[in-house]
């Protein structure tokens, strides 16, 4: 069965730190672009950052120098470490394996201020 998994979300106050995690199962990470994207209330979704097969990895703007996109090849998992998390940063955070069209459940990250 082909599938992903994420975990992390979580409150956490302005300024600090979470790490999503996105687990797959079906699919190999290491041959494919997988990416993140989230979905604030009343928003469109937007792509929040990808690695590609070779590990290039690209952000959007918003969270450049804050996010970090990684994966773990042996553990067929990807990861997202925040830090400096910022309001606007609240959403619903997903994993999405391109090649396949595949959206995990997502994972609820809520910042206050």
């Known amino acids: 069965q082909v599938q992903l998994v994420e975990s992390g979300g979580g409150l956490v106050q302005a300024g600090g730190s979470l790490r999503l995690s996105c687990a797959a199962s079906?699919?190999?990470?290491?041959?494919?672009?997988i990416s993140w994207y989230r979905q604030a209330p009343e928003k469109q979704r937007e792509l929040v950052a990808s690695?590609?097969?070779?590990?290039?990895?690209n952000y959007a703007d918003s969270v450049k120098g804050r996010f970090t996109i990684s994966r773990d090849n042996a553990k067929n998992t990807m990861y997202l470490q925040m830090n400096s998390l910022k309001p606007e940063d609240t959403a619903v955070y997903y994993c999405?394996?391109?090649?396949?069209?595949?959206w995990g459940q997502g994972t609820q990250v809520n910042v206050s201020s």
């Open positions: 999405y394996a391109i090649r396949y069209g595949l």
């Open positions: 079906g699919i190999t990470f290491s041959a494919n672009t």
């Open positions: 690695i590609s097969r070779s590990g290039s990895t």
